[in-house]
């Protein structure tokens, strides 16, 4: 979908590398922004350049933060004995709108996919291997989504601390609250079916 | 939806302002910039100074271009007697898709919109006005879109043109191209009825 004019194209291109932006969408992002202001195309770039100067990974968890060590895990409140190990820093900011976890984090920054040549060492597993030294660390909760990818890094991450003996779980698997069951997929229905619980 | 990281949160207002991303994809957007390396975001912030440097409006028919003049204008074998009159850049490219027309255009840059504040002198009407002057122009075909702004605009542009004599045309009206009628709105199917023609 050129264009004819180069650098509309280059900049098109550049917004249809970012997720879940398609070519016809990139080209309309680009457009927009050849309308803004100077200044505003100003504030535009100096908000990219500022976010990647100011914002790495926590030292800790591996989540991104602009402090020296992020927020929840510099809280002397939280529970460091629970570490919830999740993809990206979107799940822990899904977790922390809910407000019922108490524990930290551990952000992988991805999950094992063969498929797109992501390999166990792409993510942050030496990082939570070092937080397993002493034995402050009691429980691990394996919060990747409930994909194929996120059952095999689950899968993956649990048969490799099983040697430390450091209690692996995972998030209960189900039919989501509100939902029918005649519209529950199979999986979704077997994992249902599986995880049953007494009623007390 | 604050992220807790300020430098984030401002970077996600900027992709939020571009059209058609919501708050929740404009935080995904620039999570995903953070994961770029260096190199990564240089190219992207180049690209976004190169194309606002490089692209300005043709001086004759306003479309963007990185020429002096724009393709289209400069073009000696496309018909400068009529002129299609669009809304923006992007209705030139889906003209040029069809490759149908032959004559040249007129870009307003937007539509008269009284709800949004946008009054006819922000359109590119002077230069419009200013490419009558010799009675080169046999004929403007109004193409802004079937909106209430498109129609206004095209309404108003042509009680504006015609002390000068000059043709102006409306494109038609009506069902689409395999648009079944029973799916047709109102408005669409009396346009349809009101644009009927004799069957030769």
Redo the contacts between chains.
């Keep these: 979908m050129s ?6 194209d ?2 098109a ?2 917004f249809a590398r ?4 398609g070519r016809k ?1 990139a ?10 202001s ?1 200044e505003d ?1 100003q ?3 100096s ?9 790495h990974r926590c030292p800790i968890c591996q989540n ?3 402090r020296e060590v992020c ?1 929840v895990c510099a809280n002397a409140a939280r529970d460091k004995s629970v570490i919830c190990v999740v993809e ?3 799940a822990v ?1 899904a977790f922390e709108r809910v407000r019922s976890y108490n524990g930290v984090y551990h952000v992988l ?1 991805g999950l094992i996919s063969p498929m797109s040549g992501i390999t166990p060492d792409a993510l942050t597993l030496r990082e939570l291997l070092a937080r397993l030294q002493d034995d402050t660390v009691k429980e691990i909760i394996m919060a990747t989504g409930a994909t194929a990818e996120g059952e095999a890094t689950a899968m993956y991450i649990s048969r490799l601390l099983s040697p430390l003996g450091v209690k692996v779980t995972r998030l209960a698997h189900g039919i989501p609250y509100g939902g029918e069951l005649e519209y529950a997929d199979e999986i979704t229905l077997s994992h249902a079916l599986a995880g049953r619980r007494n009623l007390e």
Tied chains: 1, 2.
């Design positions: 264009t004819g004019i180069e650098a509309l280059i900049l291109e550049q970012l997720p879940g932006i969408s080209q309309r992002l680009a457009l927009a922004l050849l309308e803004y100077d195309i504030a535009f770039v908000a990219v350049g500022e976010a990647k100067a100011k914002i991104l933060t602009d927020p990206d820093a979107r900011m920054h």
